[in-house]
C-alpha cells in the first residue's frame, strides 16, 4: 500500500498570524489537521501542542496491543487505532490545561483536530471541533464528520439552512474543543479505503467559503495533490480570505 499526500496552509488576507497546524506523517499513517483559538498567542500553542502531542502518542502507542496496559483506559467501542487516537487527543487536552494553569495569557485557549490514523486499507477518524474530513469516492464528494458548532446543531434541529449558517453571526462557534476541560468525548470511526479514494482533511478557513460543490470540482480534477492542495487555498483567499485555512489532501493506492 502506497500513500502520497500534500498540504498548504495559508494564513489568509485578513489574519495577522497562522493558528492553524499540521502534520503529515506517512510513515506512522497519521494526518491532523488543528485549527487553534484564543487571544494572544494562544490559538497557535494549542494548535501546536495537539498535534505534537497526538503524533507523540501514536509514535509510543505504535504495536499496543488490546489487553497491553495503556495510557488512558481502553475503550472497547473502538479498535485499537481508535484507542491510540483517544491517547493522542487526551493527552493533548491534558497538556493544554497544564498550560493555561502555567500561564494566566493563555486562558481561553483551545483548538480543534481533525486526525486520521491510516493502516493498511483502514482508516481511523477522530475529530473535535469543526475541522472536517472529506472523502471523495466514485464522482461524490462525503463529509466524514459532523462539525461540533451551533450552527450545525440549529442546521440538524432544522432552524438554519446551510446557507443562512454560513452568514450566521455565531458561525465560528464551537461546541466541543480541545481546551483542557475535564469533559472530552472523542468517538473514533473507521472506513475501509476503496481504490480511487481521496481524503481531505481541512480548517473551517475553506469550509467557511467554499459550498462542498465547490471543494468537490476541486478536488475532482485531474491535478496533482499539491495542485489540488493549492487551488483549495487560493479559491478561500479568493472568496476574501477571511481566516486561517489548511488543506492535507490523501491518497492510498490499494493493491
Ligand atoms: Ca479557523
Same mark, same amino acid.
Given at each position: 500500500? @502506497?500513500?502520497?499526500?500534500?498540504?498548504?496552509?495559508?494564513?489568509?488576507?485578513?489574519?495577522?498570524?497562522?493558528e492553524d497546524t499540521?502534520c503529515?506523517?506517512?510513515? *506512522?499513517?497519521?494526518?491532523?489537521?488543528a485549527?487553534g483559538?484564543?487571544?494572544?498567542a494562544?490559538g497557535e500553542v494549542a494548535s501546536r501542542l495537539a498535534v505534537e502531542q497526538? @503524533?507523540?502518542?501514536?509514535?509510543? +502507542?505504535?504495536?499496543?496491543?488490546?489487553?497491553? $496496559?495503556?495510557? &488512558?483506559?481502553?475503550?472497547?467501542?473502538?479498535?485499537?487505532?481508535?484507542?491510540?487516537?483517544?491517547?493522542?487527543?487526551? =493527552?493533548? #487536552? +491534558?497538556?493544554?490545561?497544564?498550560?493555561?494553569? /502555567?500561564?494566566?495569557?493563555?486562558?481561553?485557549?483551545?483548538t480543534?483536530?481533525?486526525?486520521?490514523?491510516?493502516? !493498511?486499507?483502514?482508516?481511523? *477518524?477522530?475529530?473535535?471541533?469543526?475541522?472536517?474530513?472529506?472523502?471523495? =469516492? !466514485?464522482?461524490?464528494? =462525503?463529509?466524514?464528520?459532523?462539525?461540533?458548532?451551533?450552527?450545525?446543531?440549529?442546521?440538524?434541529?432544522?432552524?438554519?439552512?446551510? /446557507?443562512?449558517?454560513?452568514?450566521?453571526?455565531?458561525? #465560528?462557534?464551537? +461546541?466541543? /474543543?480541545?481546551? !483542557?476541560?475535564?469533559?472530552?468525548?472523542?468517538?473514533?470511526?473507521?472506513?475501509?479505503?476503496?481504490? !480511487?479514494?481521496?481524503? *481531505?482533511?481541512? $480548517?473551517?478557513?475553506? +469550509? /467557511?467559503? *467554499?459550498?462542498?460543490?465547490?471543494?468537490?470540482?476541486?478536488?475532482?480534477?485531474?491535478?496533482?495533490? @499539491?495542485?489540488?492542495?493549492?487551488?483549495?487555498?487560493? @479559491?478561500?483567499?479568493?472568496?476574501?480570505?477571511?481566516?486561517? %485555512?489548511?488543506?492535507? &489532501?490523501?491518497?492510498?493506492? %490499494?493493491?
Amino acid at each position: 500500500m @502506497q500513500i502520497s499526500w500534500a498540504a498548504r496552509t495559508d494564513r489568509g488576507l485578513r489574519r495577522s498570524q497562522n493558528e492553524d497546524t499540521y502534520c503529515a506523517k506517512p510513515d *506512522l499513517g497519521l494526518f491532523v489537521v488543528a485549527d487553534g483559538m484564543g487571544g494572544y498567542a494562544g490559538g497557535e500553542v494549542a494548535s501546536r501542542l495537539a498535534v505534537e502531542q497526538i @503524533q507523540q502518542a501514536i509514535e509510543t +502507542t505504535a504495536g499496543l496491543r488490546r489487553d497491553d $496496559s495503556w495510557p &488512558v483506559p481502553f475503550d472497547n467501542r473502538s479498535g485499537i487505532d481508535g484507542n491510540r487516537l483517544r491517547v493522542g487527543f487526551t =493527552r493533548a #487536552n +491534558t497538556r493544554i490545561a497544564q498550560e493555561i494553569k /502555567a500561564s494566566e495569557k493563555l486562558r481561553g485557549m483551545g483548538t480543534t483536530v481533525v486526525a486520521i490514523l491510516v493502516s !493498511g486499507c483502514k482508516v481511523t *477518524l477522530a475529530h473535535i471541533g469543526d475541522s472536517r474530513a472529506y472523502l471523495y =469516492r !466514485g464522482t461524490a464528494l =462525503r463529509r466524514l464528520t459532523k462539525d461540533h458548532s451551533w450552527v450545525e446543531e440549529q442546521i440538524r434541529a432544522g432552524t438554519l439552512t446551510e /446557507a443562512e449558517a454560513r452568514r450566521h453571526p455565531w458561525r #465560528n462557534m464551537v +461546541t466541543r /474543543a480541545l481546551s !483542557g476541560s475535564d469533559e472530552l468525548p472523542i468517538d473514533p470511526t473507521e472506513l475501509e479505503f476503496e481504490a !480511487g479514494d481521496r481524503l *481531505l482533511l481541512c $480548517s473551517d478557513g475553506l +469550509t /467557511a467559503v *467554499l459550498e462542498d460543490s465547490e471543494i468537490q470540482r476541486v478536488v475532482a480534477a485531474p491535478v496533482d495533490l @499539491q495542485g489540488v492542495c493549492d487551488e483549495l487555498v487560493r @479559491q478561500a483567499n479568493a472568496a476574501g480570505g477571511p481566516d486561517n %485555512v489548511t488543506t492535507v &489532501v490523501i491518497d492510498v493506492a %490499494v493493491k
